[in-house]
């Protein structure tokens, strides 16, 4: 089955994050957590490090209305991690309530840069950046 999912990064702290992610979302991951140091090596390859062998190499999570995130760890071997305002998760929860709860439990450690009010774009909005640096949107047209 086709589906769309949402790719995160992270700098040594995505099982952190997905773990977090999962007790707000109340779902539980596709499949396991597959670690760098899972793969076989490939020839003339030197053993991993056992700090980077650790490290999340993909795990995937359903939140809301069908789309999964999905992520890893990006070691710096890999290139240079900037995180920023490269990616927003926008949200639209069927009620304010769900709007609320999903709010407050992303804001626990992170920046609230609007809290949920009615807007006229959208009946109740808001954004935040989470304690990952991950900015999500909140959109309940419901009042």
């Given at each position: 089955m086709a589906r769309t999912s949402l790719y995160l990064?992270?700098?040594?702290?995505?099982?952190?994050?997905?773990?977090?992610?999962?007790?707000?979302?109340?779902?539980?991951?596709?499949?396991?957590?597959?670690?760098?140091g899972d793969l076989p090596p490939q020839?003339?390859?030197?053993?991993?490090?056992?700090?980077?062998?650790?490290?999340?190499?993909?795990i995937s999570l359903p939140i809301l209305g069908g789309?999964?995130?999905?992520?890893?760890?990006?070691?710096?071997?890999?290139g240079k991690l900037i995180q920023g305002n490269?990616?927003?998760?926008?949200?639209?929860?069927?009620?304010?309530?769900?709007?609320?709860?999903?709010?407050?439990?992303?804001k626990e450690g992170g920046k609230v840069e609007w809290a949920p009010a009615e807007t006229a774009g959208c009946s109740y909005w808001g954004s935040l950046i989470d304690r990952f640096g991950i900015e999500w949107m909140f959109g309940c047209t419901v009042k």
């Open positions: 990064h992270f700098a040594g702290n995505a099982e952190e994050a997905f773990l977090f992610y999962r007790s707000v979302f109340q779902t539980e991951f596709i499949g396991p957590i597959v670690r760098f020839p003339g390859q030197p053993p991993l490090p056992a700090d980077q062998a650790k490290l999340v190499m993909n789309l999964v995130i999905m992520g890893n760890d990006a070691p710096e071997a890999m490269n990616v927003t998760i926008n949200l639209e929860p069927d009620t304010r309530a769900e709007t609320d709860r999903l709010f407050a439990a992303l």
